[in-house]
């Protein structure tokens, strides 16, 4: 908690509260690093599920790429986000519900990629196993989201 | 009618009265205008990146597939869209912001109407393996620049929101 209150109080958190062009330029960031990672894990996923399964998955690993390059920025935004108010958000179920969930989207996202394995050719269609952790792994990310979008309604900066 | 008027009208509509009534409408709406966003952008990626020359492995008219996921994103984000701006007119059609966006969306509109009337016919007769000229890979481009301003200026829009209230 000293840390958390510490990391309040410095001048880039200050720069956060102070200024709303720092804050929402920061969520801006935010949204298109979400947009990277989760558009591109939803059509990763809708692809596994058999929407335009002429498409080669292995095509679909540059999205990978840019799923984890929005991932970083997110680490990074979010980190910086976290930090200009963190006494309030460890204690925010959303957040800890968000939180939660990335990890646990992460994992089946991981876990979908073994399920895929070398199979990544056009054409090639996937068993059940495969097709429910797309599915598990599109319910975490979008989980994410609904709990990120409500923690702006459950405490207010 | 004057923008007074206007604004009455649409406060006086039942959808307005359900946006600013209900305590979850608002809530509800910008977490599926969020998912929505992800679709869009997830879909134009494939076609942007494909048309790039990325991708090679599949064929341009599968990755065209995904063009109606990503008007099906945007229908969302088009009628939860109507849902924010019916809760609040004012304060959208006083934001500059607002216009900014809505601008950078026609734009991104004008661009994927070229590039469906010019470019798709000229692209689908590419023989497979080759690159697309440069007129299509400007249009690839500037289509996915101009989405991710469109997310910058959503996002931004309670920065220039006036007197009018946050919406």
Redo the contacts between chains.
Sequence with gaps: MEFLTWLEETPTSQWLVES??AY??M??LH??G???V??????LC?RVLG??S???V???E??RL?AWGGFFINAISGSILFAANGVKLVANSMFQLKIASIILGGVALWALWRAIGPNK??GHRYNATTKAVAWTTLFFW?LA??A???IA?TMKL | MTAAQFYAWVLGTPLSHFMVGDAWAFTISETLHFIGLCILLGAMLIVDLRLLGLMKSTPVDVALNFLPVAIFGFTINFLTGITFFFSNPEGYATNWMFWLKMSLIILAGLNALYFTLFEQPRVLRTPEGQSFDAQTRVAAALSLLIWVAVIVAGRLLPVTQGEAGTG
């Design positions: 709303t062009w929402y330029s969520l801006a949204a298109i979400m947009a990277a989760v558009g591109g894990t939803i059509m809708m929407f335009a002429s498409m080669a292995a095509d679909l540059r999205l840019i050719e056009p979008i989201i609904v990120g979008r409500y309604y």
